[in-house]
């Protein structure tokens, strides 16, 4: 089970400063990395394609994290939180912070 999916509201731990700090949500999940939505933006140089109707030029889109550098963000304290998995007693997991053990 992912500590991290798609539409969870995170924080980035590290990177350059530009995006230190930041919070965002998470567009996908990509194995150990993570998009997420106007951080770690990037400019690619795209051919155009008329088939796809895509036209040519710079393209700004999000770059990936590793998973290991954002945290997810606990809308309570406003802060980025460790996030543990919990069985309950039908069976079933849930994620939990693990400061405060309130589920997410």
């Not at 700090?21 to 394609?49: A, C, I, M, W, Y």
Request: charged fraction near 25%; avoid cysteine.
């Amino acid at each position: 089970m992912n500590r991290i999916k798609k539409g969870d509201q995170v924080v980035v731990t590290t990177g350059n400063k530009t995006i230190k700090g930041q919070t965002g949500e998470v567009l996908r999940v990509d194995g150990e990395r993570v998009f997420v939505s106007n951080l770690n933006l990037v400019k690619r140089h795209t051919k155009p394609n008329p088939q796809a109707g895509q036209a040519g030029g710079i393209v700004q889109r999000e770059a990936s994290i590793h998973i290991s550098n954002v945290m997810l963000l606990n809308p309570v304290t406003g802060k980025g939180e460790r996030v543990a998995t919990k069985v309950l007693e039908n069976g079933k997991r849930i994620r939990v912070f693990r400061s405060s053990g309130e589920a997410i």
